[in-house]
């Protein structure tokens, strides 16, 4: 068996100790909570289609132009026709037209 110096062994315990303390001194970690995703109502779904349809125009008009989009509009509901639509029959109202007309993404 061998020997070790007092040094030795009272340094290692008091590293050891040194070490153990400062990890107990640490904050605990967080626990990830994973994120709970909430169905949306049938007026938020209905709202999102207008709001799907409305952007895919915009969008067409910035590419294609001012003259394309307006024309695609008038081939299905232009944006004051859906307008009036929500107005008149809520969103989901207007999505139904929009369905009907074909305006499907």
Request: glycine content about 8%; aromatic content about 6%; some cysteine.
């Amino acid at each position: 068996m061998r020997v070790l110096p007092i040094k030795r062994v009272i340094f290692a315990s008091m590293l050891g100790v040194g070490l153990m303390s400062a990890f107990a001194q640490q904050a605990p970690r967080p626990v990830a909570t994973p994120e709970v995703s909430v169905p949306l109502t049938r007026e938020e779904r209905c709202r999102v289609e207008i709001s799907n349809y409305l952007g895919t125009i915009q969008f067409l008009r910035w590419t294609a132009g001012q003259q394309i989009g307006d024309k695609v509009a008038k081939g299905y509901v232009s944006e004051m026709e859906l307008d009036k639509l929500v107005a008149e029959k809520g969103p989901c109202g207007a999505a139904q037209v929009l369905k009907e007309k074909g305006a499907t993404r």
